[in-house]
């Protein structure tokens, strides 16, 4: 039996905890509404995409497809987190395979590595490019230094850390006609002071990341995989001289989930794995300084759901972030969304959420998240690269890969108001829009609070609406009659209430009672 509030003074006294409720939210939780940027649709070639930050300015690299060199060209972009000022640095022709992006800030430049391929060559040569910040413009380009019977060298990352660089790379040993692992330190100048080479077992090899832990010793993530040892994860730690101090083999680790990590508080190394032969799911991780290792389990895997996880940081609250693909039965294989996601030190899981990233045909396929920076407001600056299949004029399906950068709320969403997914695609750089609210005024719903009967006021009433609450979990109601919405299923609380009117988006705070 549903039991109702009739008595005055318990309406006044809910409404009045309610708006209390609305009014300690921050005001950067409900007031900003944030977005997605497409670049350059259709160009990008390469996912080995960064988001860096010097001297307060944003910076992506990307390698993509340019009409001045056969095999592309590479470029740094900055951008302006607010919004989708961008500026564009000089081509650096010639640039295949992967790019690699790094900062020194102490002499205030950009630095490059990647491959360059000349266009009559079968072979590419590694180069170091200096781009200055402030002109976004080439200042110099220097010869990777060259190692001995080491073939198709390839970087995988580059790391600054006083005034050495650190550079992973991999290629063809010429004796053992493998492929060679290799960790390099350079000086101030970029020439070779200390080499390493990792030796491993014939098979598979990827040397995927390396980072500065808090003991300013450099950590590096690789796998391999051969049909003596099996397919495993390796988390190895170099003092700065390469001396390795210690080093994690994983048991069974999927090649589907790659070798990323990074460190958390306690000594202790986060870093995800698929070790389930029978998933496709990843799983997060923690290795503490004994390599004993304790699992956490913030999803309760189905049968045919895939999550791959490409980045993780440690955010500013003391929670887990992190993003990367994710697909199911229902999606497909041609509908892997962008997935991004909050888990507690305990592993349970704060939120996942899902983007389906292209709203005009959805054959939206592979995408990446590449990386991920927390801002000071809490929201989120990500970074990666999306592939869609478009309908053509002969009505077949032609792949379009494009750059894609977005800033999500604390909550993960481009509007915290609603918590909706809202991307609109062009065929330039769009994003979503930031509406004014007083532009939201002509039209509202009514009673407010609702108890089981919600009214819409306007010129356009909608079909449909949805309530999101603060937890992310949204209600679409549809219309029963022109716009009066049946409201009597929902539970008690403060929604955010969201619908489309004249293509524009617009939401209103409504207090449902019962």
């Known amino acids: 039996m549903k039991t109702k509030f009739n ?66 060209c590479h470029r740094i972009i900055e951008i302006n987190p607010n919004g989708r000022d961008l500026k564009f640095s000089e081509e650096i022709k010639a640039v295949s395979e992967k790019g690699m992006m790094a900062v020194d800030a102490n002499k205030n430049r ?21 781009v200055d910040p402030s002109t976004l413009k080439i200042s110099k380009i220097l010869d990777f230094p060259e190692i001995d019977s080491l073939l198709y060298v390839v970087p995988h990352f580059i790391v600054h850390s006083k005034n050495n660089w650190y550079v992973g790379v991999n290629g063809q040993n010429t004796v053992t006609k493998r492929n060679q692992l290799c960790i390099l330190k350079l000086n101030d100048e970029f020439q070779l002071e200390l080499l390493t080479k990792i030796y491993l077992p014939y098979g598979s090899q990827l040397l995927h990341e390396a980072y500065m832990d808090s003991n300013n010793n450099l950590k590096v993530h690789y796998h391999f995989d051969n049909d003596v040892n099996g397919s495993k994860s390796v988390i190895a730690t170099y003092d700065e001289n390469l001396h390795l101090l210690k080093s994690y083999t994983s048991g069974y680790a999927s090649i589907r989930q790659l070798p990323i990590g990074m460190e958390i508080p306690g000594n202790k190394t986060l870093f995800a794995i698929i070790s389930d032969l029978g998933s496709f ?204 919405f049946d409201t009597s299923s929902l539970p008690s609380g403060l929604y955010v209430v969201s619908w489309t009117e004249e293509n524009r988006l617009r939401s209103q705070k409504i207090l449902i009672l019962k």
């Open 110 to 130: 950009l630095v490059v590595l990647g491959n360059f391929k000349e266009n009559n060559t079968s072979s590419s040569t590694v180069k170091i490019v200096l």
């Open 7 to 72: 008595q005055p003074y318990l309406r006044v006294a809910l409404i009045g905890v309610f708006a209390l409720i609305s009014a300690l939210i921050p005001n950067g939780v409900f007031a900003q509404k944030y977005h997605s940027h497409i670049i350059e649709r259709g160009d990008t070639l390469n996912a080995g995409l960064q988001f860096l930050q010097l001297n307060g300015k944003y910076y992506i690299n990307e390698f993509y497809r340019c009409n001045t060199h056969a095999f592309g």
């Open 281 to 484: 799911s990843a799983e997060l991780d923690v290795l503490d300084s004994q390599n004993n290792v304790k699992k956490l389990t913030p999803w309760n895997s189905q049968p045919g759901q895939l999550r791959e996880i490409e980045k993780i940081i440690y955010s500013k609250d003391g929670n887990y972030i992190g993003g990367g693909k994710y697909a199911d039965a229902t999606t497909g294989p041609l509908g892997n969304l962008l997935l991004f996601f909050k888990v507690n030190t305990s592993g349970t899981l704060v939120f996942e959420r899902y983007f389906v990233m292209d709203n005009i045909y959805r054959y939206g396929r592979y995408p990446d998240i590449n990386d991920i920076i927390e801002l000071e407001d809490g929201s989120f600056l990500v970074v990666g690269r999306l592939q869609t299949f478009k309908p053509n004029e002969n009505n077949t399906l032609e792949l379009s890969s494009d750059l894609i950068w977005m800033r999500l709320s604390p909550l993960g969403c481009f509007s915290d108001e609603s918590c909706l997914i809202e991307v609109n695609i062009e065929n330039t750089i769009v994003g979503t829009s930031n509406e004014n609210q007083s532009f939201m005024e002509s039209s509202h719903l009514f009673p407010n609070p609702a108890f089981d009967q919600i009214s819409f006021s306007g010129d356009f009433p909608p079909n449909e609406i949805r309530f999101s609450d603060f937890m992310g979990k949204s209600s679409t109601l549809t219309s029963s009659t022109s716009g009066t």
